[in-house]
């Protein structure tokens, strides 16, 4: 298969934005995975299962699956969860980019029955600080009807916390979801540790948190936070 240059520009992105994830301490040995969206709308572009986060360099580190979860191009193998990836692109025109990883402190969040808050100001670059939840199973999200399910306790959100599990988070672009997966996973951290902490304390009013919320979704700002990660994962890359 030919692959565009434009296409092939937007997977490197995608390999990046794996490593990235690696980077900010989101892997669990060779689980979570990252997809972009096909810009031909076969399918979805996405790591294949096998390799950690950290492994993704090139096209041969992916997979594209089709909206049926028949495997169109590369060798395989398929992660199981292809299902969340392309349920929740079906469901949702606005995403491009899906991902689902086993960030700690998203995971342990995900088993406490608390609202996601934002303690501190980082925290609000999550949108509105408003996390959906999916408790429905524990287990893995392998058939297109469990995919279902996740897609619609995401609703319009930009992250969903998987009861006992991880984390699944999304965005416009696949620079914007793993933003958006490294924001909430900080939130998380805050909050629990806040909350461990045994004092009193306080978060920003919902009003105050849709404003800031919106005013850091910016596409500069996720532009510019982009950058931040693409030049740390540079250095680190390097050392
Ligand atoms: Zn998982």
Redesign the pocket.
């Known amino acids: 298969m030919t692959i565009s240059h434009s296409l092939q520009v937007d997977l490197e992105t995608l390999a990046r934005a794996c490593r990235v994830l690696d980077m900010e301490g989101q892997t669990d040995l060779t ?2 995975h990252l997809s972009m969206r096909d810009p031909d709308g076969r399918g979805v572009w996405m790591k294949k299962r096998g390799i950690s986060l950290r492994q993704v360099r090139s096209l041969d580190d992916m997979v594209l699956i089709s909206w049926e979860g028949e495997l169109l191009v590369g060798d395989g193998p398929m992660h199981l ?1 292809w299902p969340i990836h392309t349920e929740i692109m079906l469901a949702r025109p606005d995403v491009n980019a899906v991902g ?3 960030a700690y402190h998203a995971s342990i969040f995900s088993a406490t029955n608390e609202t996601l808050r934002a303690v501190v100001q980082g925290s609000a670059r999550v949108l509105g600080g408003r996390v959906a939840r999916y408790d429905l199973r524990t287990d ?2 392998d058939t297109r009807e469990t995919g279902a399910g996740l897609a619609e306790s995401l609703g319009a959100e930009w992250g969903v916390l ?1 009861k006992n ?2 984390l699944t988070f999304c965005g416009p672009n696949v620079e914007g979801a793993t933003l958006n997966a490294i924001h909430i996973e900080s939130a998380c951290k805050a909050h629990l540790f806040a909350a461990s902490t045994g004092l009193a304390w306080d978060a920003p009013s919902e009003e105050e948190m849709v404003e800031k919320s919106n005013a850091r979704q910016m596409d500069w700002l996720i532009k510019a936070s982009w950058g931040f990660f693409s030049n740390k994962l540079d250095r680190f890359e390097a050392a």
């Open positions: 689980q979570g969860e689902h990883t086993h893995l999200i998987m599990h991880g």
